[in-house]
């Protein structure tokens, strides 16, 4: 069992290049979001999902988008990428609901110089 | 506005005491908090979560308690090892649809 998956683990991109973070789960949860993770700011919410076709807007979506096709799959696409978006990229899924355990993938390292 | 306020500073203990760590939460009243632990590099693990009406709940050397009237959650490691040197979350409901953390606190276990 796979858990979440995330794709790359590191990336660098130059300042206003577009990539996609891709996020898949094997699990079949209806929930998954996604959060950046700065040092001493905890983990922000960009976006999240309550089943495919719906997407909602967390505490820091600027400059981020998603789109939820498939029940497995939530890429993050971010849409020019500036130095402010420099983080570690968590994507999380839950079964049905927060109220019950989250997973969460490895991460992914990025960097735009 | 919602807040959750976990101490940003490490908390350093020797190794077999009682690691205690605190959540406060205030402006609104969750239904149930998550703890979380995270290692460097990786992504937060499940640990335990509380419901409003539970007091207390526990797991192996992990006790959560849960005082609404407080608005705090406690979250204690007992006879602590060095491999519970980690930064451990908490994530209070705050009625959204998805989870919303504290900062996180590092514990550090000496040997």
């Known amino acids: 069992n796979a858990g979440v998956t995330q794709t790359p683990k590191f990336q660098v991109l130059k300042t206003g290049q577009s990539m996609t973070l891709q996020c898949a789960q094997d699990m079949n949860h209806e929930y998954m979001s996604w959060y950046r993770q700065d040092p001493g700011m905890g983990l922000r919410l960009i976006h999240y999902s309550v089943g495919a076709g719906i997407t909602d807007q967390g505490e820091v979506p600027n400059g981020y988008n998603v789109s939820r096709s498939t029940t497995e799959d939530f890429p993050l696409r971010l849409l020019s990428a500036a130095p402010s978006q420099t983080s570690v990229y968590f994507c999380a899924s839950s079964p049905y609901g927060w109220n019950t355990e989250a997973f969460f993938g490895q991460g992914t390292r990025l960097t735009v110089v | ?111």
């Open chain 2, 1 to 111: 506005s919602q807040k959750i306020e976990q101490n940003s500073e490490a908390l350093n203990i020797q190794e077999g005491k009682t690691a205690t760590l605190t959540c406060n939460y205030t402006n609104y009243s969750p239904a149930y908090l998550q703890w979380y632990r995270q290692d460097p590099g990786r992504g937060p693990v499940f640990l335990l979560l509380i419901r409003e009406n539970e007091k207390e709940k526990r797991k192996e050397r992990l006790k959560v308690t849960f005082d609404t009237t407080l608005k705090q959650s406690l979250f204690h490691i007992t006879a602590s090892q060095p491999a519970d040197s980690a930064t451990y979350l908490c994530a209070p409901d705050t009625g959204r649809r998805a989870l919303t953390f504290g900062s996180g606190t590092r514990l550090q276990v000496q040997p």
